[in-house]
């Protein structure tokens, strides 16, 4: 007889194995140039709505921790963008319109724009000047969005990993820009 708890797991195990999946597909080189772009990029902007954005605000914080100069668009101590900065915008349908915004604004201030989104044919995708894709396809759009999310983290983590290395990040300088009031 089934549990409660087995179908918790069953369903955790679901999704891991649709991630997977997802990452199994993803264009590594497209993340690699990614990660040759943000050491070159004045400043980066990392943006996205809802659950895409806490991908956004996690991926910011490991570029500080690389050493990189990185902000949240949004935030009261974010700069004026321009020529020389990138902007990161992430959204699993590429059609959110805050986020569609952003990518246009950027672009019009000068700045470049990397997008990353399961889909290659949406507006952001358009819009950008280069487009990541990962390949996250579940007709059910709210499971998708979750496979993408989760997907987007694990492969910025790899371009971090990357970063470090090439930058010789050692684990003190990392815990010196670790942050340290709480």
Same mark, same amino acid.
């Given at each position: 007889?089934?549990?409660?708890?087995?179908?918790?797991?069953?369903?955790?195990?679901?999704?891991?194995?649709?991630?997977?999946?997802?990452?199994?597909?993803?264009?590594?080189?497209?993340?690699?140039?990614?990660?040759?772009?943000?050491?070159?990029?004045?400043?980066?902007?990392?943006?996205?709505?809802?659950?895409?954005? /806490?991908? =956004?605000?996690?991926?910011?914080?490991?570029?500080?921790? *690389?050493?990189?100069? &990185?902000?949240?668009?949004?935030? %009261?101590?974010?700069?004026?963008?321009?020529?020389?900065?990138?902007?990161?915008?992430?959204?699993?349908?590429?059609?959110?319109?805050?986020?569609?915004?952003?990518?246009?604004?950027?672009?019009? /201030?000068? =700045?470049?724009?990397?997008?990353?989104?399961?889909?290659? *044919?949406?507006?952001? &995708?358009?819009?950008?000047?280069? %487009?990541?894709?990962?390949?996250?396809?579940?007709?059910?759009?709210?499971?998708?969005?979750?496979?993408?999310?989760?997907?987007?983290?694990?492969?910025?983590?790899?371009?971090?990993?990357?970063?470090?290395?090439?930058?010789?990040?050692?684990?003190?300088?990392?815990?010196?820009?670790?942050?340290?009031?709480?």
């Amino acid at each position: 007889m089934s549990t409660e708890k087995d179908a918790v797991q069953l369903a955790g195990q679901q999704l891991l194995d649709r991630i997977a999946g997802v990452m199994r597909r993803v264009e590594w080189a497209d993340f690699l140039e990614l990660a040759d772009r943000l050491p070159r990029a004045r400043r980066t902007f990392v943006w996205g709505a809802g659950r895409s954005g /806490l991908v =956004a605000r996690s991926f910011g914080m490991r570029l500080m921790h *690389a050493g990189l100069t &990185a902000y949240i668009p949004g935030e %009261t101590i974010t700069p004026a963008t321009g020529p020389g900065d990138l902007l990161v915008a992430i959204s699993c349908t590429g059609k959110t319109g805050i986020s569609d915004y952003f990518v246009q604004r950027a672009r019009q /201030l000068g =700045a470049a724009v990397v997008v990353i989104t399961s889909d290659a *044919a949406s507006p952001m &995708a358009h819009d950008g000047d280069k %487009t990541v894709l990962v390949p996250a396809d579940d007709d059910d759009i709210v499971f998708r969005a979750a496979i993408f999310e989760h997907a987007t983290s694990l492969c910025l983590d790899a371009v971090f990993n990357v970063l470090s290395e090439r930058l010789k990040l050692d684990q003190t300088a990392f815990w010196q820009r670790h942050a340290n009031l709480e």
